[in-house]
């Protein structure tokens, strides 16, 4: 009996690799970070641009962080509630480099960041 062929679906979910990275990122003043995040999906990314009610990256970007940071035992290490404070109280660049942390730190990002908050800045 001839083997069944594998979906092309099959191979995408087996290539995702979902399980929780670690990420550390140094804060300004010198302090480090760790916490956990596994890779971006489209239903996740489609759910912190619906909860951001923004256009701004910053907003989409923040979603994320609050949504995906977990503790090394898979807890959230933020809630809906801690936005403002994050926003407010937290260094930018320490927020920024949090945030890349969590979408993925390489260099398109990065420039997509910088790219929209200039022109947010502009306004």
Do not use: W
Request: hydrophobic share 40%; with cysteine; proline share 4%.
């Amino acid at each position: 009996m001839p083997s069944k062929p594998v979906r092309l679906l099959d191979k995408l979910v087996a290539a995702a690799k979902l399980e929780p990275q670690k990420k550390e990122v140094n804060l300004e003043t010198g302090g480090t970070v760790v916490f956990y995040v596994t890779p971006l999906t489209a239903a996740e990314r489609e759910r912190a641009q619906k909860n951001a009610r923004s256009e701004r990256a910053h907003a989409f970007a923040i979603q994320l962080l609050v949504a995906k940071a977990k503790d090394e035992h898979g807890l959230p290490i933020f809630t809906a509630g801690d936005v403002a404070t994050l926003e407010r109280e937290v260094r930018d660049c320490d927020l920024q480099n949090l945030m890349l942390a969590v979408m993925g730190t390489d260099e398109e990002v990065e420039e997509e960041l910088d790219m929209k908050s200039s022109a947010e800045g502009a306004e």
